[in-house]
């Protein structure tokens, strides 16, 4: 099996408690669109099928990545580099 370049791990808040996922690997994203995505809509099933694609070097990693971030966006998560220094820091504070 070749090992596909996913590139810069890309990072979502999950949830309204500010719990992050970082995303690796390609093999990652796969598994959670296939078993731990929360809602089956049609960004989820076309980030699926570009994933897979890019997996069998059909169409290029960015492609799937791109499609995955709308996806996430799709189901409600949002990009952490998007979520203010000051919200991070203050939901520190309350767990630290």
């Known amino acids: 099996m ?14 309204p ?5 970082k995303f690796s690997t390609i093999e990652q994203v796969k598994y959670w669109l296939l078993k731990r995505w929360p809602i089956a ?31 996430a966006r799709s189901a409600g998560f949002v990009p952490e580099d998007l979520v ?3 919200a991070r820091r203050a939901a520190e504070q309350l767990v630290g």
């Open 2 to 15: 070749i090992e596909i370049s996913w590139g810069k791990p890309l990072s979502f808040v999950m949830s």
């Open 17 to 21: 408690d500010g719990d992050v996922q």
């Open 41 to 71: 809509d049609e960004a989820r099933l076309t980030a699926l099928k570009q994933v897979e694609a890019a997996m069998d070097c059909i169409v290029p990693v960015g492609v799937a990545r791109r499609a995955f971030t709308a996806a």
């Open 84 to 86: 203010g220094y000051t």
